[in-house]
């Protein structure tokens, strides 16, 4: 995970490296650090544990004044989050400094080679190895007869270093003799350059670029970028020089921020109506009663041969991919499997030319998702994904796909992205069942619905009021459990996840009729449950679920329709919401668990937007 920043030109670097390194905390909170070009030809180093605005007061009390530098914010992998173990790291006597987001699988050889060579580390992680690494081939290239103001010198130093490393990396490097260079690489961690007015920048993601320059080249696997204020050299491993590919950003800076809201979590949970309605923009085809997808890239006879589909994702999107499975099930009559990302990359399951995979992501960075799906393209199956963010890693690797165009999600917790997903999935379910067997009438039926979802989760937030209330009621509580039926049962799933998130409350989401397999027994007084219990077609199976716990004294708090009499006969609270079809219930009921989770957390004193021990996107194993 972690996030890198990094800038050659005339600004005064520290300003851009901070607020940049603001932009990325939701990669990583655990430490900061920059480091910055010296007009006495030094590298200043400033590290500090925890947040980013530490290391802002550190930089306030000792300031690094310069126009080249390099930064970071890390999520720790390797040695604990301390200032020692923060990055920039420093190679050799101080001739390399670098900072590094990835994971560093043979460090502990290398490690072991370079202090065999004298090299002494300081810190307990993977990157130092990187920085001592280069030193090291930094000092070889020089005895070849390289010379010090050649950038070849310090590239063929870095290209002999990174053959060495196994494993993943995104790579800002600062070299002590070159203080008008930065030297950048890639390897499985995003990185991005920015390109100015005599000026370059390299960031994890554009959001460090946003207001500074919209003009950008997405970094490739195995390319290297030599950024100088008025040059960018490009490089790829195996086929040498390339030309950069730039491309115009149309992100605008007040996505980003906060506005009114005093978290990023908030504002996106209110930011529900306008992000559903975004996904569906454009894409209903009124006269053949169904949707329609730029950008899927394959041919109507290609999707029709489809006879089975998978999901894969992690998270929240997995949770998504859940509801995907019985919506698609449902309108398509297509056999969908949820496959988990991570267990899919290393399974080998029996996969048909006429299996279609899907990629659920909001980043559209998370390693576990992108390597699925690299498994699956290897196998010669269509790469399809459903990603949020523009220009990432699996939205550029896929042969395919569908943008949730829910605009930055920054809050940890995901929200806006779930009911987008499930959105474009309905847009999917809906577009498959025409294909096949689903009548003109039907794709009607469900095109007025979903036009009708934004207007119906305005008033689903009304129900912020009443969550607050249950939440002053509940936030001491040490366990809870989510329970839910078919189209509710991922809700359910999504609930606990995000209470446990933020609140860092135990929490269990359960298909309601499985809870007497053995979570009822966590049942007492002090266990709240969370019945997700619109009216549907198992809401009598639900209202008994209710009876069993309400008979072992568990309080329930129930996410209902309005006027439902039996829900408030037998739980303690009711949030309500509109009424709509069970196939769309998930985009409704999702929104009370957010604010649930939310109004908990923050009675609990909790960092809503980046709670412990998390990142944004976890682009690590
Ligand atoms: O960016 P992705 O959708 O691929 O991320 C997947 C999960 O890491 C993510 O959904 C995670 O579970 C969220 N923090 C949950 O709120």
Redesign the pocket.
Known sequence: MCGIVGYVGHREVTDFLVEGLHRLEYRGYDSAGVAVMQPDGLIAVRKKAGRVEALAGALESQPAGGSVGIGHTRWATHGPANDINAHPHVGGQGEVVLVHNGVIENYSQLRAQLQGLGYVFKSATDTEVVAHLVAHHLEEQVKLGGTIDDNKTYLRAVEASLRKLKGTYGLAILFRERPDMIIAARNGSPLVVGVGDNEHYIASDPSPLVGYTDQVVFLADHEIAVLTADRLDLRHRDTGRLSPSVQTLNQVSTEIEKGDFEHYMLKEIFEQPQTIENAMRGRFDEDEATAKFGGLNLTPQQLRRIDRIVLT?????WHAALVGEYLIEEFARVPVEVEYASELRYRNPPLSDRTAVFA???????AD?LAAMRECKRKGLPSLAICNTVGSTIAREADGGVYLHAGPEIG???TK?FTSQVTVLALLALYFGRMRHLSFQAGKRLIGHLKAMPEVVSRTLECHESVKEVAQRYHEATNFLYLGRLYNFPVALEGA??LK?ISYIHAEGYPAAEMKHGPIALIDEHTPSVFVVPRSGVYDKVISNMEEIRARKGPIIAIACEEDDNVAALADHVITVPSVDDYLQPIVTSIPLQLLAYEIALLRGCNVDRPRN?A???TVE
């Open positions: 994702a992690c998270g929240t999107s659920i992501t909001q980043s559209g960075e998370t998702t940890v917790a995901s992205a996840l995000k998130e998390l944004k996107s976890v």
